[in-house]
């Protein structure tokens, strides 16, 4: 179990740089042409966090960090599929500014989780 929970965090932290530079690249008006593979790595990056939701669920963790790291992949995919309706014009820098937020917090979470898991397994 404990070799299983590095292997996710050690994907969710390789997808999480790559989200952030990409993401640096969009910000700074370049690799637009990197959306799409941005949102597919996105997608990863949420696949892994219900992975390790799952991980510490059968860890018997404590259900609320299993629900903080569902639920924190359901609004990650949310907001980052969402993004482009909400507050469109020179308020979108709002959104921008809450989905990074958002993912730095999904990361946070699951480095916590992670931890959790590695102590008890």
Same mark, same amino acid.
């Given at each position: 179990? @404990? ?7 050690? #994907? !969710?932290? &390789?997808? =999480? ?6 993401? /640096? =690249?969009?910000?700074? *008006? ?12 996105? #997608?990863?990056?949420?696949? &892994?966090?219900?992975?390790? *939701?799952?991980?510490?669920? $059968? ?7 299993? =629900?903080?790291?569902? $639920?924190?992949?359901? /609004? +990650?995919?949310? #907001? *980052? ?7 469109? *014009?020179?308020?979108?820098? !709002?959104?921008?500014? &809450?989905? &990074?937020? +958002? ?14 898991? @590695?102590?008890?397994?």
């Amino acid at each position: 179990m @404990k070799t299983m929970a590095t292997v996710v965090q050690m #994907l !969710i932290r &390789l997808a =999480f740089v790559t989200l952030v530079v990409l993401g /640096v =690249f969009f910000w700074t *008006g370049h690799a637009l042409s990197l959306i799409l593979t941005h949102m597919v790595v996105g #997608l990863v990056f949420a696949s &892994l966090m219900v992975t390790q *939701g799952l991980l510490a669920a $059968f860890n018997r963790q404590s259900p609320i960090w299993v =629900f903080l790291d569902l $639920f924190g992949a359901l /609004v +990650v995919v949310w #907001l *980052g599929m969402r993004q482009e309706q909400l507050l469109a *014009g020179g308020s979108h820098w !709002i959104i921008q500014t &809450l989905h &990074l937020l +958002v993912g730095l917090t999904a990361m946070t979470i699951t480095e916590l989780v992670a931890a959790r898991i @590695k102590r008890t397994a």
